[in-house]
Every structure is written in C-alpha cells, then in structure tokens.
C-alpha cells in the first residue's frame, strides 16, 4: 500500500536503480522453468495530477481493489506498488509510482518522469481546474520523459457508469488516449492499467533489443511490493 509518511531520511535512488535485477534471476529453490515477465529494471508507471483528483485511491482500489474514503492525507514525495498484470499469457511487472499533486513537490516529481515507461495523467471530473491543467501536465511530461512514453488520461470520479467523455472526445481534446474512472467503485480502473500494461508489452515484443524492455524470467516471490520515499 502507498505510504504517506516519510519513511526514509535521505533520498532514495532513481526507480531505474531501485530494482534488483539479482532479485528475479532463477535460483535452485525455483528449479521449473519459471513464467516470464517483461522488464527485469520494472516497467515504471507513474500516476501524476493534481492533488486529490485520487491517484492514491486509484492505486490501492488498483491493487487492493478497495476504496478507503477520505483516509489519505495529501501525498507527501512518492510512493510505489509492484504490481504484476497478465498480458496475453504473458506477465507484466508494472512498478506504480504515486506522486504528490501538490506544486510544491514538482521537483521531485520530475526527478521520476525519465525512467517511466508510461504515464497516467489523471483529473477529477468533478473538477474544472483540475481538467484545465491537464494541458500544463502534459506540457512537463514532454519536457521531462522519455519522447516515446506512454500516456493516458483519466478523469477520475465517474460516478456509476455514467461517463461523461466517451473515449474518443476525451483522446481528441489532449490528444492522447483517454478513458474515464472511478477509484471509489473501481469502474475501468482495471481495464486503464492492463491498457497500459498492454502497450508496454506491445512494444517489448517490437523491441526485444531495447535495455529498458528486457525480458527476464518470472519468479513469483518478489523483493519488495510497496514503498515510499520522502524528501527532507
Ligand atoms: N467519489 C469519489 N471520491 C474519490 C475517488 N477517488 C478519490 N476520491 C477521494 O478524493 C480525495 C483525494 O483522493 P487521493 O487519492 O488522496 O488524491 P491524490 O490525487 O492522491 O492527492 P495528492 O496525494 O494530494 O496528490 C479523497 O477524499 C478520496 O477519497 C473516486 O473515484 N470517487
């Protein structure tokens, strides 16, 4: 589960670094030919928007499948969650950042953009601002990642089924794919990451020489589900 609190006294190593690729590499309690998983440096993902359109809620009703109302207090640096998502037969090891919203922690933020894989920019449906920046999200996302991340955008808060954008009205206005939810009833929060997780492996598979999509073998027991960082 994300963590709020600050945990660490000293900042901790880019994602890329974070990862133990020792950790995944097939040892004599694992003798069976384990399954794969893509991405031994983990495929990172970062959640990013403004704060409280509920990128922390997104997360955990992600991998919790639950939806704790009102328990989080605003994010402070970042967190992560190792999630794994089955692709086609095959397993994707997503590493899921969880960013603080507030402006105060862009810096921070920015730190994290370049290794990332892919990007889920979120907003709140219910928040008109939050919907106007998208456009000075995005304008950061292309100053500091990678050119060929992968993003989506996700208004988050649907209530019900009752969408508001159908897909391709929401991917026209910004341009890049899009695809409303709800942390608090789960609605397509799911369906946003495995799309993600999706693409990625898309790509690995087109580019199985590329560093950054490296396949590795599978081991089920992994090093470190959750963490956090913090900055002071
Ligand atoms: N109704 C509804 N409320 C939600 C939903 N997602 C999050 N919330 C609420 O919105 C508030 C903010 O959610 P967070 O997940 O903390 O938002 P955040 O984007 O992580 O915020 P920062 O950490 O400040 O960047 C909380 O009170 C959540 O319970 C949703 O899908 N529906």
Same mark, same amino acid.
């Given at each position: ?7 660490? #006294? ?7 670094? #974070?990862?133990?690729?020792g950790s995944m590499k097939p040892t004599?309690?694992?003798?069976? =030919? ?16 403004? *704060? +409280?359109?509920? &990128? ?14 009102? *328990?989080?207090?605003?994010?402070? +640096?970042? +967190?992560?969650? @190792? &999630?794994?998502?089955?692709v086609d037969n095959v397993k994707v &090891? ?5 960013? $603080? ?7 921070? %933020?920015?730190? !994290? ?9 979120? !907003? ?8 106007? @920046?998208?456009?000075?999200?995005? %304008?950061?996302?292309?100053? /500091? ?13 649907? =209530?019900?089924?009752?969408? =508001? =954008?159908?897909?391709?009205? +929401?991917?026209?206005? /910004? ?5 409303? %939810?709800?942390? &608090?009833?789960?609605? @397509?929060?799911?369906? #946003?990451? %495995? $799309? ?12 199985? @020489? ?10 089920? #027991? ?8 913090? !900055?002071?």
């Open positions: 589960m994300p963590c709020r609190s600050i945990c660490q #006294a000293h900042v901790p190593a880019a994602p890329a670094h #974070a990862a133990d690729p004599e309690h694992h003798p069976q =030919r384990p399954e794969l998983v893509i991405g031994c440096v983990l495929l990172q993902t970062i959640l990013v928007g403004d *704060s +409280g359109v509920g &990128k922390t809620s997104l997360l955990v009703q992600f991998d919790q499948g639950k939806f704790i109302p009102g *328990s989080f207090s605003a994010t402070v +640096g970042i +967190g992560f969650t @190792n &999630k794994v998502v089955t &090891k997503l590493q899921i950042w969880d960013t $603080a919203g507030q402006e105060r922690f862009r810096s921070v %933020t920015h730190a !994290y953009y370049r290794d990332a894989h892919a990007l889920l920019l979120l !907003y709140d449906i219910t928040s008109k601002s939050s919907f106007d @920046n998208i456009r000075a999200w995005l %304008t950061e996302i292309h100053e /500091y990642a990678q050119s060929d991340v992968v993003i989506m955008l996700l208004g988050n808060k649907v =209530r019900g089924k009752c969408l =508001r =954008r159908t897909r391709s009205e +929401g991917a026209s206005e /910004y341009s890049v794919p899009f695809m409303e %939810t709800s942390a &608090k009833t789960g609605v @397509n929060v799911e369906l #946003a990451f %495995t $799309a993600v997780a999706k693409e990625l492996k898309h790509r690995a598979v087109q580019h199985p @020489n590329e560093p950054k999509f490296q396949i590795h073998e599978y081991i089920e #027991a992994q090093k470190e589900k959750s963490g956090c960082c913090s !900055y002071f």
